[in-house]
C-alpha cells in the first residue's frame, strides 16, 4: 500500500492551460503539503492544509489553489499555466501526534510545460 | 537567505568506506534535524532525525551528530553501499520556522564499487 500516492506522475501541456495534481495519504495524518523543487533542488513549501483548513499559503502565484476535499486529499489545481511553473511537485504528510515531525512524500508529479 | 546549508553539492566514496555528509545551519530556533534519502523519480524518504537536546542518534548504519555550538550536523553512514548511491536532504525544524520544514539544497553521494 502506497503511503501517499499522488496522480499523475507526469505532466506534459502546453501554456495556458489548466491542470490538476492529485494527492491523497492512507497514513491518517492531519497535515498535508505541496512543495515545489525547483531548477536548483530546493524544496519550496507552496502550502500545508490542516483538518481541511490551510494554515500555512507561501507566496505564490494565485495561479495556483489547493483544493482540500477530506483530509486524506489534497489536489494543486494550477490555472493559466506558465513555462515557469515546469518543476517536480511533491506532496506530503505530517501526523500530528506527539513531536511527529517527520514529513512523508509522494513520489513527486513531474510537469513540463511547453 | 539559506537557512540551512550543504555546501557539497556532490560526495563520491568507495563502497565499504564512511560517508560524511554535511550541514551547516543558521537559525539557533531550530531544534529537531532530520535527514531525508531521494532517488531519481522518486520523493524523499525519511532517514533519521536528531532532537536538539541531544548530540547523537544511531540507528545502524546511519549516525546523525549534531554540533550546536557550531550550528552543524553530520550524517555518517558505515560502511557505505552502492545502495546508498541517491541525494541526501538535510532539513530543519523549529518554533520559529513555524514548524515548517526548512531544507538543505541535497548533496548527491555517489558509492564507487
Known amino acids: 500500500d502506497t503511503a501517499v500516492s499522488q496522480t499523475p506522475k507526469y505532466l506534459v501541456t502546453q501554456m495556458g492551460n489548466d491542470k490538476s495534481i492529485k494527492c491523497e495519504q492512507n497514513?491518517?495524518?492531519?497535515?498535508m503539503y505541496w512543495y515545489k523543487q525547483d531548477s536548483k533542488k530546493f524544496l519550496k513549501i507552496m502550502f500545508s492544509y490542516n483538518n481541511k483548513e490551510l494554515i500555512i499559503n507561501e507566496t505564490v502565484p494565485n495561479r495556483f489553489s489547493p483544493k482540500s476535499p477530506d483530509k486524506a486529499h489534497l489536489n494543486l489545481h494550477i490555472n493559466s499555466l506558465e513555462l515557469g511553473d515546469s518543476a517536480v511537485y511533491f506532496c506530503?504528510?505530517?501526523?500530528?501526534?506527539?513531536?511527529?515531525?517527520?514529513?512523508?512524500f509522494g513520489p513527486g508529479t513531474r510537469l513540463l510545460v511547453l | 537567505d539559506q537557512q540551512v546549508k550543504q555546501n557539497s553539492p556532490s560526495l563520491s566514496v568507495q563502497e565499504g568506506r564512511i560517508s560524511i555528509l554535511n550541514c551547516d545551519y543558521t537559525?539557533?530556533?531550530?531544534?529537531?534535524f532530520l535527514w531525508y534519502k531521494k532517488y531519481p523519480a522518486e520523493g524523499p524518504t525519511f532517514l533519521i532525525s536528531i532532537s536538539s537536546i541531544k548530540d547523537k542518534n544511531e540507528d545502524g548504519r546511519f549516525t546523525v551528530f549534531l554540533n550546536k555550538s557550531a550550528k552543524h550536523l553530520s550524517l555518517h553512514i558505515v560502511p557505505s553501499q552502492p545502495g546508498d548511491s541517491a541525494v541526501y536532504f538535510c532539513?530543519?525544524?523549529?518554533?520559529?520556522?513555524?514548524?515548517?520544514?526548512?531544507w538543505g539544497a541535497g548533496t548527491k553521494l555517489i558509492i564507487k564499487p
Open positions: 537559525n539557533s530556533m531550530f531544534d529537531y
Open positions: 532539513a530543519a525544524v523549529g518554533m520559529d520556522s513555524n514548524y515548517q520544514l526548512i
Open positions: 506530503a504528510s505530517k501526523g500530528t501526534n506527539a513531536y511527529q515531525e517527520t514529513q512523508y
Open positions: 497514513l491518517g495524518h492531519d497535515t
